[in-house]
């Protein structure tokens, strides 16, 4: 892994990313030693970046960290993290600080191929999702929240959870946006409160646009779920999981899901 | 300062507190060589730990990195940062982890006297918290609504903010709990679904018991502030300032906060 370009494996004590959760993330795919769906990351860091007004680092700079890290593996996951670096004691943002990058890449997570095909169990988690319009969307450090929220999943041996927030609206998995399907029409939660807003699910509401499907943006029930003729979960390193089963839920064909789910597959979508 | 009980400045790029944030900290006084009201902020910081299900450290490691760190310096501020350390890929929480611990002394921040006797100003902060019930009231590395709220103050050019939570409601300054006197009486903020509840706010508690004076914990609206008596901010470090103005509010004699002050002052209380 490389930090601020240098081959490292450590960062200050004193750096805000570690202190406070001072910093932005990605996770992406590799393929060929080719980041997937790169100028879509790009641009979310720089949105996510300029939402904390923390500095973004131009694309050539991450891209030659990462063709820097890629001469043994091809395929493989990319994570980068920003923070706002180490900067004088005290919660606020001051001139002096210098962002610090970090970029690493990971081999592929070994999925189950019934996940893709069947589809997967949901664990409704009793964490609910706190609101803060701030920080919705964002992909920020701040995810303690997503830490109980996955360890409620594994407890129950889910390879994913769904998140309602403290109004007991569906948002998100712990690490997956979500899709239902009912009556040929797409619906995916809206996030201005909370929930983070991933490349895929673009790429999904991409997908809708160009086959004439309406997605619609908007506050949805869990009993709503239940109705679904399909539901989904997408994010950028396992790409689109079918849900066949979650409490008072259950399904085995995924018509519409795995048409999207071979879209997206195609990295030039 | 120390990496688990070793002199180094730098943690894991891998731990999770700077992946996730997956972590509590803690900020106290040192003077003379033995931190202050170490009972209250150990008991705290167990207390925080068990919230995340983290593992805290025995109170004699920790005492024995202060020491440690303390040949040369008397007085000044220990930060105690204790992560679920480094482990596998993932926000879930497995077996494997093991906790990092940081101790780090620093020097006492030069703090204007005019604080501690006419008192500060307060900006209202835009910034409203957020609520998670499952991490209110704990000292958890999740802070990016601190530091969003501290940047507001420096930018107001006041010393502390005033916090909201998004249902209008009181909760605390971005780095201090809140306590207003209105008729002998002490209200300070309920704080079950978002703030911090500080090891000074515990004392000012106590010191109301032991002098008879009533202390209630309960929701205050901003409004109610402009009745009040006395405003004033506590915490570890600072101590205990009043509130000589704010919107629509101005005070210049604090009798009973400087009463509360002088009290917290012996570190014997």
Known sequence: MLVNG????????????????????RTLLIRQGQPVQWQRHYLKLQHDCAAINLSCPPADTLLSDI?????????????????????PRGYAITDSHSATRVVSISQLPSVDNCNYT???????????????PLLAGIKHLNRLENVLAA????????????????DEFVISGTRSNLFLIRDGTLYTPDLSRCGVAGVQRDRVMDWAKKHGVACKVTQIRSPELLLADEIFMVNSVFGLWPIGEMAGYKRSKHPISWKIQEWLNDENH
Chains 1, 2 share one sequence.
Do not use: M
């Open 151 to 166: 360890t409620e999943c594994l407890e129950a041996g889910t390879p994913e959870g769904l998140l309602e927030d403290l």
């Open 67 to 87: 063709n820097s890290l890629n001469s043994t593996s091809t395929d493989g996951v990319v994570k980068i993290i920003i923070t706002r670096g180490v900067g």
């Open 6 to 25: 240098k081959t490292s494996d450590s960062i200050s004590v004193q750096d805000r990313g570690f202190n406070y959760g001072d910093g932005i993330f």
């Open 118 to 132: 069947s589809g997967i169990a949901l664990h409704l988690c009793r964490l609910k999702l706190g609101h803060q």
